[in-house]
């Protein structure tokens, strides 16, 4: 199984600031990664996909880099509703695997 | 519009049995790949169990042999069917469709549509 290992687990910021997660791959992925949000009580929401393509309707102060076995997640201009929870998710192999989720909390 | 729209969850004991409904609108579910993805209270997202288009099936080892992925075509509809249910499978369960994106050198998987979600606990 690919281990997928998100840093920080938690974060604290303030609307306005930019922020980075990193999802680094236990091997290399090329550049099968992809992001979701959730928010509290709700389902997942893709953000990007194969790494660094924004899904249609996802703002564009959302991106993604990377590939291989080290990817990043970044937020420029932090709005309210993007304090949530991110996840890195691989699709280069079964089991498909997530990684542990990355906690983004108002300052 | 594209939506999905889980059902079924419920408390039920240990060694028990359930199953999951995931209703689609707006898609052909036996056109798509489709997946079971669940979350433990508290804790991050655990992929369960898979089908493709074609009919193959594929399951996390947590679950192999315990639980089933079907679809009825007729009713545009996704089945988890769980038994042998343990304490640890308590948790949400997402249906997810998967989309493909291809580009000259590769073809990528993603989920781009999730059901809002069930909850299943086990206990005694």
């Known amino acids: 199984d690919i281990q997928m290992t998100q840093s920080p687990s938690s974060l604290s910021a303030s609307v306005g600031d930019r922020v980075t997660i990193t999802c680094r791959a236990g091997q290399t992925i090329r550049n099968y990664l992809n992001w979701y949000q959730q928010r509290p009580g709700k389902a997942p929401k893709l953000l990007i996909y194969a790494a660094s393509n924004l899904q249609s309707g996802v703002p564009s102060r959302f991106s993604g880099s990377g590939s291989g076995t080290d990817f990043t997640l970044t937020i420029t201009t932090l709005q309210p509703e993007d304090f949530a929870t991110y996840y890195c998710?691989?699709?280069?192999?079964?089991?498909?695997?997530f990684g542990q989720g990355t906690r983004l909390e108002i300052k | 519009e594209v939506q999905l729209v889980e059902s079924g969850g419920g408390l039920v004991q240990p060694g028990g049995s359930l199953t999951l409904s995931c209703a689609a609108s707006?898609?052909?579910?036996?056109?798509?790949?489709m997946t079971w993805v669940r979350q433990p209270p508290g804790q991050g997202l655990e992929w369960v169990s898979l089908?493709?288009?074609?009919?193959?099936?594929y399951s996390a080892d947590s679950v192999k042999g315990r639980f089933t992925i079907s679809r009825d075509n007729s009713k545009n509809t996704l089945f988890l069917q769980m038994n042998s249910l343990r304490i640890e499978d308590t948790a949400v369960y997402y249906c997810?469709?998967?989309?493909?994106?291809?580009?000259?050198?590769?073809?990528?998987?993603?989920?781009?549509?999730w059901g809002q979600g069930t909850l299943v606990t086990v206990s005694s």
């Open positions: 997810a469709r998967r989309r493909e994106y291809c580009s000259p050198t590769s073809c990528q998987t993603y989920f781009d549509t």
């Open positions: 707006g898609f052909t579910v036996s056109n798509s790949y």
């Open positions: 089908i493709y288009s074609g009919g193959s099936t």
């Open positions: 998710q691989q699709s280069f192999s079964l089991p498909i695997t």
